[in-house]
């Protein structure tokens, strides 16, 4: 996969000056790192970006010199500064806010601490306006571009590889962290850079528990097995779940894993630009309701992906007071229903979902029941 090519970035950055202006803004300091790879390619520990109407700084330290030199050798419109001797990246962010003679200054809210926040404000002086935003570029990122759509789609049939091989193999025997190291070994080979969060393996009564990380439980005849896991290819995390019985399924858990498959295709075909996102998770919930189980769905039904495992759109609930933006074609999304029985069980089935211009297509392509 070659890296995204300069017209990707310069067009990402047009759409947040587009918003920026919007917002009447007349800069934006970029402090959520994602943000700051998103719109230039930088993958670093430590970073703050400046966007203004004409220009782009990034600025990182020392480690990252090497890495500032070939971005600004890559894409043109960046300008790069390492912290400088203050050691301070507030001290040197604030000389690049004076050299950019910025009044309006949007900066990210939930990115950037108080403490931060106060100094920057003192430091910068009254000539300053800072003005909160919230989201301004990950309502960006939620859309993606050809690239990162061709990134996504290939991620997504990797873990569909992956996923494919490690289902194939029996569990019964193996703890829940035998089985997730299998996973992890499994997201290597096909070529993955690391999981994208905490394999989940999640065994008997802890497959009750949505979010059980993988423990020294021994897998048994009889259990229900959630396996949910990801990978991050090229930056862009994917994501999908299986639940699969040890051994023969009852009929009660044939039934629920049916159940919870219904409600997944429900889900799916809700999928559509122009939707709401509500209406996604509410024919998930409907669907399981009409089954008698929507009180064990206990989760929103599903996430953006990107280069973030849990990104923009979030797929759940009407929230009070907040309207989720409509789906919009190039959105990818995780459709990722579930019920969770205390002390009997659980069942998750989780796949990734492109929404196009006609409706959507699957990412991911595993079998739902074996
Ligand atoms: N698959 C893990 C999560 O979505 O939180
Ligand atoms: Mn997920």
Excluded at 31 to 42: A, D, E, F, Q, V
Excluded at 212 to 228: E, P
Aim: proline share 5%.
């Amino acid at each position: 996969m070659p890296a995204p090519g300069a017209r990707f970035f310069l067009a990402r950055r047009a759409r947040l000056r587009a918003a920026m202006a919007t917002a009447g803004l007349d800069g934006l300091v970029v402090s959520s790192l994602p943000n700051i790879t998103y719109l230039s390619g930088l993958a670093a520990s430590a970073a703050l970006a400046l966007v203004t109407a004409e220009r782009c700084w990034l600025i990182s330290d020392g480690r990252y010199a090497q890495a500032l030199r070939d971005r600004l050798d890559a894409l043109p419109g960046l300008e790069a500064r390492e912290v400088d001797g203050s050691g301070s990246y507030e001290q040197t962010l604030v000389s690049v806010i004076a050299e950019a003679g910025v009044s309006r200054l949007g900066f990210e809210s939930a990115h950037v601490s108080v403490r931060r926040f106060r100094w920057l404000e003192a430091a910068a002086g009254s000539a300053v306006e800072w003005v909160e935003t919230h989201e301004i570029v990950e309502r960006l990122r939620a859309v993606k571009d050809p690239w990162e759509v061709a990134t996504l789609r290939e991620a997504a049939a990797r873990l569909s590889d992956a996923a494919k091989c490690i289902l194939a193999n029996a569990l019964a025997g193996s703890t829940e962290r035998e089985v997730a190291a299998r996973v992890e070994q499994e997201l290597a080979r096909v070529g993955f850079t690391r999981p994208a969060f905490d394999t989940i393996v999640a065994s008997g009564p802890n497959a009750a528990l949505p979010h059980h990380r993988a423990g020294t439980r021994r897998l048994m005849d009889g259990d229900l097995v959630v396996l949910d896991f990801g990978g991050v290819w090229h930056g862009y995390a994917v994501d999908v779940s299986r639940t699969r019985v040890v051994g023969r399924a009852t009929a009660r858990q044939a039934g629920w894993i049916e159940a919870v498959i219904k409600a997944q295709d429900a889900a799916v075909a809700a999928v559509r630009p122009g939707a709401a996102p509500e209406r996604v998770d509410a024919a998930a919930r409907a669907s399981l309701d009409a089954a008698g189980l929507g009180e064990y769905f206990t989760h929103g039904t599903g996430h953006g992906l990107g280069l973030e495992v849990h990104e923009l759109p979030r797929v759940g609930r009407r929230r009070p007071g907040v309207t989720e933006p409509p789906l919009l074609a190039g959105m990818v999304l995780t459709v990722e229903p579930g019920i969770y029985l205390p002390g009997e069980g659980g069942v998750r089935i989780e796949d990734d979902v492109l929404v196009t211009r006609g409706g959507r297509e699957l990412l991911t392509d595993v079998p739902r029941m074996v």
